[in-house]
């Protein structure tokens, strides 16, 4: 009898051990993930925002088909990156990419479908895609642009353009 109350007793510790520790995990998983979307979406610079409330009419803002959530690695070709999101679609929704461009303030003009050698390609919801400055081959995740030397600098603002050729987004480069 004594063997049983102790068996019962560490059985009842480990459940009570192995609970805190999933809810231990669970919390920092989810302190963690919420960190990474904060960092990803908040990336964008103030300036983003307030051109997206100034073509809106400051109504509220208004919903980004495609924002830029990061530039990295500037000033090195081997990692020069722009990553484009969709963080607040449903996934199902898609945009089609053709037409759509990046401009930099020395009216430098890249043509994210037609530099990357890609016929089409569509961004969902919820989605991501990186476009290289370097030469590769193009994913439908990860874009090259082909360019022989970076061409993003600290300071400088990317521009997203639509097909219409209205500005969607900018970012200021920190």
Do not use: C
């Amino acid at each position: 009898m004594n063997q049983a109350k102790k068996l019962l007793f560490y059985i009842v510790l480990n459940i009570i051990v192995s609970a805190v520790t999933i809810l231990g995990v669970l919390y920092i998983w989810e302190k963690t993930q919420l960190k990474d979307v904060l960092l990803e979406s908040g990336s964008s610079s103030p300036e983003a925002s307030s051109a997206a409330e100034g073509e809106d009419g400051g109504e509220g803002g208004q919903d980004l088909l495609i924002e830029i959530g990061e530039v990295g690695g500037i000033g090195n070709l081997a990692t020069e990156y722009i990553r484009l999101i969709r963080p607040d679609s449903d996934p199902g929704d898609t945009v089609s990419l053709q037409g759509w461009r990046l401009m930099d303030e020395d009216n430098q003009d890249y043509d994210i479908l037609e530099q990357s050698g890609l016929p089409s390609l569509e961004l969902h919801g919820q989605g991501a895609i990186n476009i290289y400055s370097k030469e590769g081959a193009s994913t439908p995740i990860e874009l090259y642009l082909g360019l022989s030397e970076p061409t993003w600098e600290p300071g400088e603002t990317v521009s997203l353009v639509d097909p219409d050729g209205k500005v969607h987004d900018t970012y200021l480069i920190p």
